[in-house]
């Protein structure tokens, strides 16, 4: 299967700070997904970035799909940002039936007040 | 609702019975999958419907595991004889073309 490492496996901030969270693949992807996972367990989804740059309030993500890392980025972070960030590729051929999803093992965010 | 459900949302089971848990995907919505998350991990990929087809089990950890999705719509997915390892959050998505949006699982613990 595909590798998904993520960086750094923990990250304290204070409220208000800016962060960057970093996804390496280990071989090309047809989609790449970031979901922010609540400290009640569910997964929401941030981003769903194949390629290219996305902004979304105050989260905005890269991807740069020939060279297999994603960027997640966070600013003026908020408390209610706390959780694990994860970052999830898809490979196969478009239409193909391996849909499924590798996960990377999370970011660990807290953000102080 | 708009979202992926999924129940019940906790599970507490002796080992050695047998336990189902039930998805209901978003309306429309083609594919189904099921991932399992330990403590501390990223959601592992268990299996994945196209309509009431089974296309891809690979990721189901041993023959105590079975799913379905007989209509095409809602999936349920099947442990039995429960062992300790186990004990788990088990998560459903649904996906229209490619995005995959997530249930909020059924936290399983196996005592």
């Known amino acids: 299967g595909i590798q998904v490492e993520q960086s750094p496996p923990d990250l304290i901030l204070q409220e208000g700070a800016n962060s960057t969270l970093r996804c390496n693949f280990s071989d090309s992807v047809n989609n790449l997904q970031w979901f922010h996972q609540n400290p009640w367990g569910q997964l929401i989804n941030l981003f769903y970035i194949p390629s290219g740059t996305k902004q979304n309030g105050r989260l905005s993500a890269t991807t740069v799909a020939t060279e297999r890392y994603s960027l997640l980025y966070i600013s003026s972070s908020q408390t209610t940002d706390s959780g694990v960030y994860f970052c999830a590729v898809e490979r196969g051929p478009r239409g193909s039936t391996l849909g499924r999803l590798y996960f990377g093992r999370g970011t660990q965010l807290t953000v102080w007040p | 609702g708009a979202g992926v459900s999924q129940s019940p949302r906790y599970k507490v089971a002796k080992r050695g019975q047998d336990v189902a848990l039930r998805c209901d995907p978003i309306s429309g919505h083609v594919s189904l999958f099921w991932y399992q998350q330990a403590l501390g991990q990223g959601p592992e990929f268990l299996t994945y419907?196209?309509?009431?087809?089974?296309?891809?089990k690979s990721g189901l950890p041993s023959d105590r595991f079975f799913a379905e999705r007989p209509e095409g719509s809602v999936s349920t997915l099947k442990i039995q004889r429960t062992q300790q390892e186990d004990s788990a959050v088990y998560l459903c998505?649904?996906?229209?073309?490619?995005?995959?949006?997530f249930g909020p699982g059924t936290r399983l613990t196996v005592t």
């Open positions: 998505a649904s996906s229209f073309r490619s995005e995959q949006y």
């Open positions: 419907f196209q309509n009431e087809a089974q296309l891809d």
